[in-house]
């Protein structure tokens, strides 16, 4: 509940001012009664409010997970699947109106916990910790340029309530465990922040298939592949940090914080390998039989810092804002895999590694806002980012005569990144006759890049980044938007190595430090609408126009040579820059309350069409794809609340093929007792499907593959939560007792 009396508050302070004036000097006991007045009006004027759970913006679009009870169960990932305009599949995968390159920012700084594996980040950060995420889709030139579908922005909860407060949240479930614990202090000018944080996805076995049908060059043999067995997944991390916030005196502010990162997952597989081989040139057949075991283990540690500093001038909306943000990453990663013939003793083959690496960086900005009228602004900044990556591969071969794991130079390296962005922007916000609102601007980015890897070097580049909004607001609170954004998605560390991770030696994957950058031209235009009672509903039609797009190619190799080493039906995948992608789409999305607020209903619709121009593969047409999400939940008496939600993914056709629909269904409740102060909730996804079928098929000239996977998605949990301490803000009286003190 917020309280927002300090309009109204002003205008009765002056009214009771201008009074005082106009009877010129009366007695005391009249100023008294004036005063006593002044008391009254005050407390008469306290307005209570409760924010939308969705509020649209002109740039982007709110979330208020806290307005949202039954949010609170679960992590950062299960409330993402809930925000309008954001789609999440059944692997964790996250796109913004259907694009997946997305820049992901907490407290609207970058963090390391997104750099490695984001599916485990999303799921460290539990979801009663969160206050709101920020789905930006017409990012300004204030923001980085990364991200060609846009900015995720996390926003953790904060308290300005004075004393000591704090929240505890648990939850236990047949997949998912996940436990927090936040504290908070604060007085006039200082407040501070402690949180820890800890995540658990239980063992989950996710039985797996193939068939896969390739020819060689000439059409003279065909090779049969059949795949089929397991993989058994298990994640755990934690987190934990302190934060504060010291107001030196009115117009100086400092800021810090620093925390602590730490994920691990492992997956185990087994999986029956038959091949069978045909020659048409002679009819002959040979058929090998055998199985594969596997072992894959990566964790990450990293330390997250930051320290800002605010002035503010006398003149209102006037600051200067600087920012360091650091980080140090420690991930490591390790694989080890055998292939053995039915019936056999030894392995005939195997392959182990072990991966340890560091990832560094720094961030160095400055803002300036400078109001030159109450209709024009003007906003300037610069920024420096260092990145430097390290990683030791260090491979070791089974050597089938000794029976042993030997290392294998040609396969292990030492390898140093090193990235350097250099940005400076300009932009303005001005009205146009008092009736277009306009916001403008320019970024300028100039990128190096170094790998030391044989033979590689990756050329500088610069970029121009310019950003428009405009905008008019009509008096029954609808807006309608045009909107125009350049972004670019630079390759990451990994599509850049040119390593080959052959922990599968017929599925080798590498990178490509060939890579462009991906430049994507944004357009929106679109009507939204908030209503009195809460409610907002908005309709956009979306234009994205790639060029240089990056897609995942896979080229099948009937022998395929690495290092010295051969290797038979070898399918090898990565990134490559294809040609200009065109993707338009419509998208609605509505929350409207009914019955006088009791019940809810939001719902998101998205359809995209794409199309690709390519030299490499010709043109596309990639069809059309949706997404639809749809949320009830119905407040009862008591302060109990119930919720149905549902997710909706169509099957989408790439570039080589097609990857897979996923449906899920969550159903929720949250009751609320000691005061609001404690709640207790639970969940159950998917409860009448233990698993989504996954079906993903790549086709190309000389190479099919059908694959299967039952991923395993139905559970159950529950949870609790409890706040202590204050949890109300002080009353309007307290906050201006030095006003009502004044002499009159």
Known sequence: MKQIP?????????????????????????????????????????????????????????????NDLTSQNGAAIDVLRKVPQVTVDADGNVELQGNPNIRFLINGKPSSIFGNSLADALASIPAGQIKSIEAVTSPGSKYDAQGTGGIINIILNETKVKGINGIINASAGTRFETGSLNLSYRNNNFSMNAFFSGNAQLKSLTPFSQER?????????????????????????????????????????????????????????????????????????????????????????????????????????????????????????????????????????????????????????????????????????????????????????????????????????????????????????????????????????????????????????????????????????????????????????????????????????????????????????????????????????????????LKQITTFYPVFTANGVEYNDVSVTSRKNVGKEYNSGGIITASLPFCNNKLNVRGNFMAFHRYIVSDYFGNIDMGFRYRLNLNLNYQFANDYILEAFGNYNSAAKNIQGKNPQSITYTLAGRKMFWNKKASIGFTMTNPFNKYIRQVTTVITGDYDSYSVRQLPFRSFGLSFSYKFGKTELKKEKDINKDFLNEPM
């Open 6 to 66: 300090v309009l109204l508050t002003v205008i009765s302070t002056i009214f009771v001012n201008a009074q005082s004036k106009k009877t010129d000097l009366a007695g005391k006991k009249e100023n008294d009664t004036l005063k006593t007045d002044k008391v009254k009006i005050i407390q008469e004027v306290i307005i209570s409010g409760k924010k939308a759970v969705v509020e649209n913006k002109i740039d982007k679009i709110v979330y208020n997970v806290a």
């Open 213 to 549: 049908l390739s020819r060689d060059i000439q059409g003279n043999s065909q090779t049969r592949l059949l795949q089929d067995g397991y993989t058994d997944f298990q994640r755990h991390g934690y987190r934990t940090g302190v934060s504060f916030d010291w107001s030196i005196n009115k117009e100086n502010t400092v800021s810090g914080s620093i925390s602590y990162n730490n994920f691990s997952n492992k997956n185990v597989g087994f999986i029956n390998q038959e091949q069978y081989i045909t020659d048409f040139s002679d009819s002959s057949f040979e058929s090998i039989l055998g199985y594969r075991n596997s072992y894959n283990r990566s964790t990450v540690s990293s330390i997250d810092g930051s320290l800002s500093y605010r002035k503010t001038f006398q003149k209102e909306g006037q600051e200067l804002t600087a920012d360091y943000v650091v980080s140090y990453g420690t991930p490591e990663s390790c694989y080890i895999q055998t292939q053995s013939l039915n019936g056999a003793v030894f392995p005939y083959n195997g392959i182990s590694a072990n991966n340890p690496g560091t990832d560094n960086s720094h961030n160095i900005s400055i803002d300036y806002v400078h109001p030159v009228s109450d209709n024009i602004t003007f906003e300037m900044g610069a920024k420096t980012i260092f990145q430097h990556i390290t990683n030791s591969t260090d491979v070791h071969v089974y050597n089938t005569l000794s029976n042993q794991y030997e290392p294998d130079p040609l396969q292990s390296y030492h390898l140093n990144y090193d990235m350097g962005v250099y940005a400076a922007y300009f932009s303005s916000s001005f009205k146009f006759y008092n009736w277009l609102d306009v916001r403008a601007g320019a970024r300028y980015e100039f990128t190096t890049l170094k790998i030391d890897f044989p033979g590689t070097h990756i050329p500088s580049y610069s970029l121009l980044i310019p950003s428009l909004i405009l905008s008019h607001k009509f008096n029954n609170n609808g807006t309608l938007k045009l909107a125009y954004s350049r972004r670019v998605e630079r390759p990451e560390y990994a599509e850049l190595n040119p390593f080959l991770n052959i922990s599968d030696p017929h599925n080798i994957t590498t990178g490509n430090p060939a890579l462009k950058p991906e430049i994507g031209n944004n357009m929106e235009f679109g009507y939204s609408k908030n209503f009195d009672n809460g409610g907002n509903i908005s309709m956009t039609l979306t234009e994205r126009i790639n060029t240089q797009d």
